[in-house]
């Protein structure tokens, strides 16, 4: 099967637990090829967000031009967008190449606790990009944030993600880690609705999940998964990942993203692929 190609539309995360740097850890590790389009440079570690410095949009249109021209996107997925302009011209750039198979993350709050998004961008998100989303994955407060509900339980979750279905996205996979109990997740298709359970880890390292998540769907979906497939193995990535995560840093340290990898290495023997 040729190696599938997955690009990632998000900020640089200089601690490397996050954005950019996570999404193409997890891409080249489930075996796809991995490409960028940042949007943000970040000065960031464990503790928190220092600084953001916007890429300027037509340097994001270059940027993008010059990766789908020539090399194609087989599934994409967007992460810090942190302006209405750059969802604006990720979208059009989106509309253009025909991505259908798009994984939106509507990255918001840094786990440090520091803003990615300016206010005005909450509605863009919503009205813009969301529609074009095959999948849209937030967690609770990001849900909260999109419905303008407060969810505290299983019941909450699936009407929020029943809402932002009716806003445009397609499938729906929210994310239970701000829950207490089993780490739940739902995924919502439009239709029936589907439940992800794991073992709550107690660990502070928890950094990136988010990114490492929607990375790992959009791989899936590019390799011809399904969506609840591609939402199990990602399921199964991410809880191995902050199984085995990092003691890095005075803050929330990054997961592992080669977990997946020692856990599973008779698969990953090194096998040649075929050209694209």
């Known amino acids: ?64 031009d010059a990766v789908a021209a020539d090399i194609g996107v087989d599934a994409a997925k967007t992460g810090m967008l942190s302006s209405s302009e750059i969802m604006r011209t990720v979208a059009k750039k989106i509309e253009e190449y025909s991505i259908e198979k ?36 937030p967690n609770v407060p990001e849900a909260e944030e999109l419905t303008g509900m407060k969810i505290t339980t299983v019941d909450d979750m699936k009407k929020a993600a029943k809402a932002i279905n009716r806003m445009g996205a397609k499938n729906v996979f929210l994310k239970g880690g701000h829950m207490s109990g089993d780490a739940l997740d739902i995924l919502y298709d439009g239709r029936d609705f589907y439940e992800f359970t794991s073992e709550r880890i107690d660990t502070k390292n928890t950094h990136g999940t988010g990114c490492t998540t929607s990375a790992a769907i959009a791989t899936g979906l590019a390799q011809g ?24 840093g005075g803050g929330h340290g990054p997961t592992n993203h080669m977990a997946y990898v020692l856990e599973n290495r008779d698969a990953f023997i090194a096998k040649p692929v075929n050209r694209l």
Do not use: W
């Open 1 to 64: 099967m040729p190696i599938k190609r997955v690009l990632t539309i998000a900020g640089s995360d200089s601690g490397g637990g996050a954005g950019i740097q996570a999404d193409l850890k997890t891409i080249t590790v489930l075996r796809g090829f991995g490409m960028s389009v940042i949007t943000a440079l970040t000065a960031q570690n464990t503790l928190g967000v220092h600084g953001i410095h916007e890429v300027p949009t037509d340097f994001i249109e270059k940027q993008f």
């Open 102 to 137: 798009l994984v939106v993350d509507p990255v918001m709050v840094a786990k440090g606790g520091g803003m990615l998004i300016r206010q005005d961008a909450k509605k863009t998100l919503a009205t813009v990009l969301l529609p074009l989303a095959f999948v849209i994955t």
């Open 225 to 248: 998964m399904d969506v609840c497939g591609a939402v199990k193995r990602a399921k199964e990535y991410i809880t191995m990942a902050i199984k085995y995560s990092f003691c890095i």
